[in-house]
């Protein structure tokens, strides 16, 4: 199973919207298991995918229903493992066909527990170590379950997100054309980097105390060369208009496009796996399809599965289907990228 984080730390450029939608293209039609585990607190994910009666089921004072906070209560209440009984919401109960961990607005009580364990990781406690790599335990549990999990987070630098993207195996960022989607990449590539060379220098802490130690027991990450690794990235909501018979962008955003390769060259270059270019990265532009993201959120569906009975009227048949040639651009592109096969259809 390949571990995918949507991340960027700049709001407001489609990535949940994103997420979803490649997330459902790659379940159904490109027949991949896949998890999606919405780790945003705000949970916009799990409002897109599930309707408004199952969000009342899940969030019911009583509930009894999965959430991502479902697996990380133990670590609430101050323990190092995780509680694995919980099931997924199955893709059967959704029209994107993918099961789905829901989020949860409690989440955001985590950050002061894995802000204190992140301290602990510096002194060599294995405690520290077993609550910052809870990802490990979550992908380990679902390694034959699934082909894909994708994480969608919300745009914050703090520690749920750190946790989540340190032991990821990829990370894609959907950016919008604007000034604050290049200063995101630049932070992206700062604290990553900055977590990583505390991490390293917290294991050696670590095995010096614990010479013996098996990491694979405790899920521990000993080796962080294959994780966090750049997958691709887009370039979300671009507005433009057809000039002369070609399409192009209103010139404010033409300029800041033309930037963003030479941004992920200087900032995101170290992030690459081995086999890829930074050109190979660029998933493609994800244009503007005005009203079918509305409609597709009043009807939790994914946009290629919209029809008639959603409010598809006249020109939006054919915008699902140049948005359907755009899913199958951008999944191609990184199925290819993390390595992962399909059977064409």
Known sequence: MKTITFFNNKGGVGKTTLA???????????????????????????????????????????SLETTLLSYLRPLTLGEASLSLGAIPISGESNRFGVDI????????????KLSSSWKDCSAGDIGG???????????NHFADDYDIAIFDVGPSLGALNRSILLNSDYFITPMGCDVFSLMGIENISEWI???E????????????????????????NNNTSNNFLF???????YITKVINGKRRGIAAYEKIKMQIPDALETNLNDFLPDNLTMQECDLGDIPNFFSLVPLAQTSNSPIHQLKK??????????????YANVMELVCKKILSNIGVEYESN
Do not use: C
């Not at 961990?101 to 002061?112: F, N, R, Y």
């Not at 997958?231 to 909501?237: D, H, K, P």
């Not at 009975?309 to 140049?322: E, F, P, R, T």
């Open 129 to 139: 170590f077993r609550v910052t790599n809870w990802v490990n335990v979550l992908k």
């Open 193 to 195: 980097k900055s977590w």
């Open 101 to 112: 961990i829901p989020g949860h607005p409690k989440l955001s009580l985590l950050e002061d």
């Open 231 to 237: 997958a691709g990235y887009s370039v979300q909501q």
């Open 309 to 322: 009975s959603d409010g598809v009227v006249g020109n939006h048949y054919k915008m699902i289907k140049d």
């Open 197 to 220: 060379r505390i991490y390293k220098t917290s294991l050696s802490i670590l095995e010096e105390n614990f010479p013996d130690l098996n990491h694979s027991d405790y899920f521990i």
């Open 20 to 62: 979803v939608n490649i997330a459902s293209y790659l379940q159904i039609e490109k027949g991949l298991r896949v998890l999606v585990i919405d780790a945003d607190p705000q949970s916009n994910s799990t409002q897109m995918i599930l309707d408004i009666e199952m969000w009342e089921k899940i969030y019911a004072p009583d």
